[in-house]
Nanobody, 121 residues
């Protein structure tokens, strides 16, 4: 079974840093874009950052200069380094990947279960 598993969430003070990691596993043929979305209480899920298989990145305006997305194609992982965190960054962060798998051999979007990031003093 194909899955994305996140780790690294938690409680951090404003101005602090956290690093989220996500690992893809299962019968994967290929991985295209990988990235992170977040959903704050009472708000819609929004893009945080994505990275293509060639390493091209795209960020939400609200996190530019503070967050960095990276991936390891060999390990099938994507990380999100979050610096200078603000209370408004508090949300559940979801890993996202577009993949071809043995059970779905066409580009399909997969989601992790999410990890909570809380920024508070």
């Amino acid at each position: 079974q194909v899955q994305l598993v996140e780790s690294g969430g938690g409680l951090v003070q404003p101005g602090g840093s956290l690093r989220l990691s996500c690992a893809a596993s299962g019968s994967i043929i290929s991985i295209y874009n990988m990235g992170w979305y977040r959903q704050a209480p009472g708000k819609q899920r929004e893009l945080v950052a994505i990275i293509t298989s060639d390493g091209i990145t795209n960020y939400a305006e609200s996190v530019k200069g503070r967050f960095t997305v990276s991936r390891d194609n060999a390990k099938r992982t994507v990380d999100l380094q979050m610096n200078s965190l603000k209370p408004e960054d508090t949300a559940v962060y979801y890993c996202n990947a577009v993949m071809r798998t043995l059970s779905a051999p066409y580009a399909t979007t997969y989601w992790g279960k999410g990890t909570l990031v809380t920024v508070a003093s």
